[in-house]
């Protein structure tokens, strides 16, 4: 399935993506209408909305509805640096001493910074240094702690396209990256979390980055130095993960800071991921609206 939050009508629902058309899980009461919810309750939810799409004929055209942040707030936004080769190299070539990882390299998202997957992203007052990474996302289906890279797979409830927008000098001027990856609409992911079984290798996934229809990355997730269930074995040695937590897989090479080239207002972000689909993204100027105090 892949799973969507949408609004219609003003109303804020969760459903399945098929085609051109959304099958609302509203046609069942027993269903709840917020994601999280529907994924902290894993198979018993799943099968209700998998007998729904056997026998529901309702439906409601895309172009009707406006797709949402999947999750409006996961509980966790996790993101992993120097996850490919290329974007190594590239690092390097900027002066940076970065040797080959022996363990992933982990920082936060806050959940704040999540936004749907053709929603604006904010050109921040406070600098000229916004940036792109496509990447490879999933989330968490099950409470898990202490998972075996052989069982990571049944911990995971689907996969999506990400962006962990970057403001580099806010990110660069500590150690610790978190403030430079976290303003707010700097992570938007979707169109939907695809399970599992819809997607024949989750790590041999063509993935494309293009600004204002120029591609700026081109790579596989075959790529990735510590694939999917490398991470959550990694990450669940230290602490649970949780239903819904969303976890950012890293970016390849091809990023605007490698060639000083910065997203500006006006610009177009098109992020492509076979069996994903994609999510696209304008930037704006960070809207006086903003200000709240």
């Known amino acids: 399935m892949k799973l969507?939050?949408?609004?219609?009508?003003?109303?804020?629902?969760?459903?399945?993506?098929?085609?051109?058309?959304?099958?609302?899980?509203?046609?069942?009461?027993?269903?709840?209408?917020?994601?999280?919810?529907?994924?902290?309750?894993?198979?018993?939810?799943?099968?209700?909305?998998?007998?729904?799409?056997?026998?529901?004929?309702?439906?409601?055209?895309?172009?009707?509805?406006?797709?949402?942040?999947?999750?409006?707030?996961?509980?966790?936004?996790?993101?992993?640096?120097?996850?490919?080769?290329?974007?190594?190299?590239?690092?390097?070539l900027l002066g940076r001493e970065v040797d080959d990882p022996e363990v992933p390299m982990i920082f936060n998202k806050q959940s704040t910074s999540a936004c749907g997957p053709y929603d604006p992203i904010h050109d921040p007052f406070v600098s000229e240094k916004l940036d792109y990474e496509g990447e490879l996302a999933f989330v968490i289906g099950k409470k898990c702690r202490h998972v075996p890279k052989k069982e990571a797979h049944k911990v995971i409830a689907g996969y999506c396209v990400s962006n962990d927008v970057s403001v580099r000098d806010w990110q660069l001027r500590v150690p610790t990256f978190t403030i430079?990856?976290?303003?707010?609409?700097?992570?938007?992911?979707?169109?939907?979390?695809?399970?599992?079984?819809?997607?024949?290798?989750?790590?041999?996934?063509?993935?494309?980055?293009?600004?204002?229809?120029?591609?700026?990355?081109?790579?596989?997730?075959?790529?990735?130095?510590?694939?999917?269930?490398?991470?959550i074995e990694h990450l669940s040695t230290s602490f649970t993960l949780e239903p819904g937590d969303l976890i950012l897989t890293g970016t390849p090479g091809g990023v605007g800071v490698a060639e000083n080239s910065f997203l500006k207002d006006g610009d177009k972000v098109k992020i492509s991921i076979s069996e994903l689909g994609y999510i696209e993204n304008n930037v704006i100027d960070e809207p006086a609206s903003t200000k709240v105090y």
């Open 180 to 231: 430079g990856k976290s303003f707010d609409t700097h992570c938007p992911f979707g169109p939907a979390i695809v399970t599992p079984d819809e997607i024949s290798d989750p790590h041999n996934l063509e993935i494309k980055t293009e600004i204002n229809g120029v591609i700026k990355q081109n790579s596989n997730t075959k790529n990735l130095i510590f694939n999917c269930f490398e991470l």
């Open 4 to 92: 969507v939050s949408y609004i219609n009508e003003n109303k804020p629902q969760i459903g399945a993506l098929k085609d051109n058309y959304i099958i609302p899980f509203s046609s069942n009461s027993d269903i709840p209408q917020d994601m999280l919810t529907f994924i902290q309750n894993g198979e018993e939810f799943l099968h209700l909305a998998r007998n729904l799409l056997k026998h529901n004929e309702k439906r409601i055209p895309l172009k009707d509805c406006k797709l949402t942040s999947p999750i409006k707030r996961p509980p966790k936004i996790i993101a992993i640096g120097l996850n490919y080769q290329d974007h190594l190299k590239e690092i390097r």
